[in-house]
């Protein structure tokens, strides 16, 4: 079983410029997170999708960032203007479902880096 | 809110013998989960155990156990017969039963030395 997918793995911006990840999670899952885990920190949820609707954003800073997950499989997370603070991992978990006790499985992240 | 905290920022072992990352956590629910995810260098999150708190039984998964005091609030995870590849950063989690976000520890970084 394929597990989920995230590109690039690494990304390196100059402050103010836009940037964009991409996460192609398990066949069949209809939820899907983005996660931000700066160096040194436990990652926290940014954004969850059920199918192509948002279940949770509230910690979306959505005056830069923003999130889509066309058709309910793909998704695409866009920070629009970065900020150094925006610099951490962005990882990406996909479940089966959105229940509590199911089993989030996680890509291996893409490391931003703003300067 | 939830809170989780792990206090030990690192822990070293060596190989073959035992080691405990400590977990602890606040919250005023009474059903939820708690989870031990192991973070490698290649970044990947991997599910290391789960216990959900209307278990009384303890969870265990081959050579990792966890010690669940749900009165103390406190979930540490036992690692038995270390091996090199658990070298990693280990995370506590947290999930209530009605929801899904997942609130996650500082981490543990665990070095296991041959």
């Known amino acids: 079983e394929a597990g989920v997918a995230q590109s690039p793995r690494y990304k390196i911006i100059e402050k103010r410029q836009s940037v964009a990840f991409w996460c192609n999670p398990i066949?069949?899952?209809?939820?899907l997170y983005w996660y931000q885990q700066i160096l040194g920190q436990g990652p926290k949820l940014l954004i969850q999708?059920?199918?192509?609707?948002?279940?949770?954003d509230s910690q979306l800073p959505k005056d830069r960032f923003s999130a889509e997950r066309l058709k309910g499989v793909d998704s695409t997370l866009k920070i629009q203007p970065a900020k150094l603070e925006d610099s951490a991992v962005y990882l990406c978990?996909?479940?089966?479902?959105?229940?509590?006790?199911?089993?989030?499985?996680f890509g291996p992240g893409t490391r931003l880096t703003v300067l | 809110a939830q809170t989780v905290t792990q206090s030990q920022p690192e822990m070293s072992v060596q190989e073959a013998e035992t080691v405990t990352l400590s977990c602890t956590y606040d919250?005023?629910?009474?059903?939820?989960?708690l989870f031990w995810y192991k973070q490698p260098p290649s970044r990947q999150m991997i599910l290391v155990i789960r216990?959900?708190?209307?278990?009384?039984q303890n969870a265990t998964e081959n050579r990792f156990s966890v010690n669940f005091q749900k009165a103390a609030k406190s979930f540490s995870l036992k690692i038995s017969d270390s091996q090199l590849g658990d070298t990693a950063m280990y995370f506590c989690?947290?999930?209530?039963?009605?929801?899904?976000?997942?609130?996650f520890g500082e981490g543990t970084q665990l070095t296991v030395n041959p």
């Open positions: 216990q959900e708190a209307y278990k009384q």
């Open positions: 919250t005023s629910e009474n059903n939820y989960y």
């Open positions: 989690a947290f999930r209530e039963t009605s929801g899904s976000r997942l609130t």
């Open positions: 999708f059920q199918n192509n609707g948002v279940v949770d």
């Open positions: 066949s069949g899952h209809a939820t």
């Open positions: 978990a996909s479940s089966l479902e959105g229940t509590s006790g199911t089993e989030q499985f």
